[in-house]
T-cell receptor, first 113, second 114 residues
Framework: KAGVTQTPRYLIKTRGQQVTLSCSPI?????VSWYQQTPGQGLQFLFE???????NKGNFPGRFSGRQFSNSRSEMNVSTLELGDSALYLC????????????FGQGTRLTVV | GDSVTQMEGPVTLSEEAFLTINCTYT??????LFWYVQYPGEGLQLLLK?????DKGSNKGFEATYRKETTSFHLEKGSVQVSDSAVYFC?????????????FGKGTKLTVNP
């Protein structure tokens, strides 16, 4: 069974640009969550999608958005990039019901210059 | 709000030493508790979990017991190996209405020297 796949693995963007990250969950998993990992703030929850609907959202500005497609693949978008958005973005997939084990991808390392 | 507090790192041990990484949490109710491990350049892997009070999670020689009296979930291993060098995260499950949400501690970096 293939794991959670995130693309690309590494990205370098300039301040003010926008970026889209992709996550393909484990086959059969319908929930996809996104987390931001930085040295200062640690791991912070961004949002969670299930059946193409956002079910939960963390405390991030509106520049951070996401969506989920009918095949459960998810994308997150960050507009008007700031230096502070440099981070490792992790995606996790799990089965439909809350409290299930989350499987994480290797992450996308975003560097904003 | 919900939060997880882990002992500050980094932790440096010699091979075969005993490991304890402290974790305490603040949450309403009795959430499921997890330990995740992150190896260099990788994402997170679930190490172990416990879903109710007094449950003991174990995997690869690591253990942690869900203690509701002390709201703790300390990670232990009797004899660490160089390959255990990684960052360890304690987390609680704050799912609501079926949605998935994990609240993580800051992480503890472990280095094991031969």
């Amino acid at each position: 069974k293939a794991g959670v796949t995130q693309t690309p693995r590494y990205l370098i963007k300039t301040r003010g640009q926008q970026v889209t990250l992709s996550c393909s969950p484990i086959s059969g998993h319908r929930s996809v969550s996104w987390y931001q990992q930085t040295p200062g703030q640690g791991l912070q929850f961004l949002f969670e999608y299930f059946s193409e609907t956002q079910r939960n959202k963390g405390n991030f500005p509106g520049r951070f958005s996401g969506r989920q497609f009918s095949n459960s693949r998810s994308e997150m978008n960050v507009s008007t990039l700031e230096l502070g958005d440099s981070a490792l973005y992790l995606c996790a997939s799990s089965l439909a019901t809350g409290g299930n084990k989350a499987f994480f991808g290797q992450g996308t390392r975003l560097t904003v210059v | 709000g919900d939060s997880v507090t882990q002992m500050e790192g980094p932790v440096t041990l010699s091979e075969e030493a005993f490991l304890t990484i402290n974790c305490t949490y603040t949450a309403t109710g009795y959430p499921s508790l997890f330990w995740y491990v992150q190896y260099p350049g990788e994402g997170l892997q679930l190490l172990l979990k416990a879903t109710k009070a007094d449950d003991k999670g174990s995997n690869k020689g690591f253990e942690a017991t869900y203690r509701k009296e002390t709201t703790s979930f300390h990670l232990e291993k009797g004899s660490v190996q160089v390959s255990d060098s990684a960052v360890y995260f304690c987390a609680l499950d704050r799912s609501q209405g079926g949605s998935e949400k994990l609240v993580f501690g800051k992480g503890t970096k472990l280095t094991v020297n031969p």
